[in-house]
């Protein structure tokens, strides 16, 4: 049981190309969130899902898109990177009552 | 709108002093209301969480957290402070009607001094 997995730990991109974010659960959990931190900011949520098939915006989506085409997989797309997306990248999910379980996060750096 | 305050950027105590670490909530009904420590370079652990009930709540790694509805706060406490408590702490809620999403405040680092 490796709860929630997140791919890659750390990643630099230049200005203007894309990437994927990876999250991954084994725990069947419907509910995923994606959040960014920031210093001084705590975290925001970019977007959630509650089921496959299923997204929605949190408070920061614009340069983000998401899909849940699977109860386990949901990734994060950067497409045209910009130095404003440089952060740490958490997944969650969520079980039962109210028990969160938060990924290790992926700290980007756009360049 | 649904808001969680953290008013205190930055805290630093001695170790073995006492630590209170203010949070405050905007929100017209009761939220759930949850306190989590991140460790530098580390993902986010629950402390404690409240939903209802007794407004005196115990987590882990001693620290308690009192609900007070009058003043919209949740805030969390320690009695004597360890060198490991050094990290940063975030009060986070959630609302009903929310999709289960949790609301973080901007979280308040803590250094402890030897």
């Known amino acids: 049981n490796a709860g929630v997995t997140q791919t890659p730990k750390f990643r630099i991109l230049k200005i203007g190309q894309s990437m994927t974010l990876q999250c991954t659960q084994d725990?069947?959990?419907?509910?995923m969130y994606w959040y960014r931190q920031d210093p001084g900011m705590g975290l925001k949520l970019i977007y959630y899902?509650?089921?496959?098939?299923?997204?929605d915006k949190g408070e920061v989506p614009n340069g983000y898109n998401v899909s849940r085409s699977t109860t386990e997989d949901f990734p994060l797309r950067l497409e045209l990177a910009a130095p404003s997306q440089t952060s740490v990248y958490f997944c969650?999910?969520?079980?039962?009552?109210?028990?969160?379980?938060f990924g290790s996060g992926t700290r980007l750096t756009v360049v | 709108a649904q808001s969680v305050t953290q008013p205190d950027i930055h805290i630093t105590v001695s170790e073995g002093a006492s630590l209170e670490l203010r949070c405050n909530y905007s929100y017209g009904a009761t939220p759930y209301l949850f306190w989590y420590v991140q460790s530098p370079g580390q993902g986010l652990q629950l402390l404690l969480k409240y939903f209802s009930g007794d407004t005196l709540v115990q987590g882990i790694k001693g620290f308690e957290a009192e609900f007070k509805r009058s003043q919209s706060s949740f805030n969390l406490r320690k009695p004597s402070v360890h060198w490991s408590d050094a990290a940063e702490y975030f009060c986070?809620?959630?609302?009903?009607?929310?999709?289960?999403?949790?609301?973080f405040g901007a979280g308040t680092r803590l250094a402890v001094h030897p």
């Open positions: 969650a999910t969520l079980q039962g009552e109210y028990g969160y379980t």
């Open positions: 899902s509650v089921g496959a098939g299923i997204t």
């Open positions: 986070a809620f959630v609302f009903s009607g929310g999709y289960n999403k949790l609301i």
């Open positions: 725990m069947n959990h419907n509910y």
